[in-house]
């Protein structure tokens, strides 16, 4: 199973955008990349998917270098809403179901 | 379409009891996977059941286990709870597995004394 790290905290301030990186030395040829955000007593809520490249929706973009073993999800323009703990996954699935590995999180604070 | 829904919200057990989780995924979605969640470990990964069958499983000892019914509802069994079983449980489904977006319930916070 791949293995994720992220950092444990960031600060930013209102409007600003905040890139949170995440390296995944060992992700296989097959795997995903996802990225989830997870408020207190909430379950954690799907953000953005990709496999490579640049992939971007409606709240966020998600950056994938060729080689793969590290992607930023950008947020532009955060508000105090987006204060919250933001988790990279990757993994893939099989004839086994899926097999991802949840890393520890980056946990956000905006600040105002 | 309503989302996955989890029951009991919250609960309290002693240590060496055993306890049921129940989760109902959304209409539609075949595939449920649990995760349990403490401040020490993470999010870590259970097991997934798709039509009734459990497809995979994490690395959790054999006093965790789980089922899926016909209307792809899912129940968690844990026996002979430990202190360290307290926990976030957290229930998610998919239409299908595979590369679908995965959508959690609220989670059923288990504290256990």
């Known amino acids: 199973l791949a293995k994720t790290t992220q950092p444990i905290s960031m600060d930013s301030y209102e409007g600003q955008e905040v890139n949170i990186t995440c390296s995944h030395n060992n992700i296989a040829t097959n795997d995903y990349i996802t990225w989830y955000q997870q408020f207190p007593s909430q379950g954690p809520r799907f953000i953005i998917q990709?496999?490579?490249t640049k992939v971007t929706n409606e709240v966020a973009s998600l950056f994938i270098p060729a080689d793969r073993k590290s992607s930023t999800l950008s947020l532009p323009r955060v508000s105090l809403s987006d204060t919250a703990v933001y988790y990279c996954l990757v993994g893939d699935w099989d004839n086994y179901g899926q097999n991802f590995v949840f890393g520890p999180g980056t946990r956000l604070s905006v600040l105002p | 379409k309503a989302g996955v829904t989890q029951t009991p919200r919250y609960l309290i057990k002693t240590r060496g009891q055993q306890v049921t989780l129940s989760c109902s995924p959304i209409s539609g979605h075949r595939s449920v996977s649990w995760y349990q969640q403490t401040p020490g470990q993470g999010l870590q990964f259970l097991f997934e059941y798709f039509s009734e069958t459990q497809r995979n499983k994490g690395n959790f000892p054999g006093r965790f286990s789980g089922r899926q019914f016909s209307n792809s509802r899912s129940e968690m069994n844990v026996s002979t709870l430990e202190l360290g079983d307290s926990a976030l449980y957290l229930c998610?489904?998919?239409?299908?597995?595979?590369?679908?977006?995965?959508?959690f319930g609220p989670g059923t916070r288990l504290l256990v004394l």
């Open positions: 990709g496999y490579k």
């Open positions: 998610a489904s998919s239409s299908s597995g595979g590369r679908e977006t995965q959508y």
